[in-house]
């Protein structure tokens, strides 16, 4: 079993940055791919990008554009997903999600443990 528990969304402004942290605990969570997800209204929950735990490997989606990057923090078991020059459609509910697979999972479906999510809105 593993629990994931996100924070760090907020308001910000168009241009802004946010740096968003998955805190993970559990048996199993070093053997694991982290991945972060979002969710805008009314949209299917997309894929921003994931880690593999034990590598620090890290590969991303369209949403981040390379203006994302993701980092992590071994002693405090912590994933982190940094968000540089938001913009409004940046907008989402942001999840991080726990996968034991081979590769490199991007789909919602490869990922059985998620978190509570954590709000992010840009404001134009």
């Known amino acids: 079993q593993v629990t994931l528990v996100e924070s760090g969304g907020g308001l910000v402004q168009a241009g802004g940055s946010l740096r968003l942290a998955c805190v993970g605990s559990g048996r199993t969570f070093s053997r694991n791919i982290i991945g972060w997800f979002r969710q805008a209204p009314g949209k299917e929950r997309e894929f921003v990008g994931g880690?593999?735990?034990?590598?620090?490997?890290?590969y991303y989606g369209d949403p981040a554009q390379g203006r994302f990057g993701i980092s992590r923090d071994n002693v405090k078991n912590t994933v982190y997903l940094q968000m540089n020059s938001l913009k409004p459609e940046d907008t989402a509910v942001y999840y991080c999600?726990?996968?034991?697979?081979?590769?490199?999972?991007?789909?919602?479906?490869?990922?059985?443990?998620w978190g509570q999510g954590t709000q992010v809105t840009v404001s134009s």
């Open positions: 999600a726990a996968a034991n697979v081979i590769g490199t999972p991007r789909d919602v479906s490869e990922y059985a443990y």
């Open positions: 880690s593999k735990w034990s590598t620090g490997i890290t």
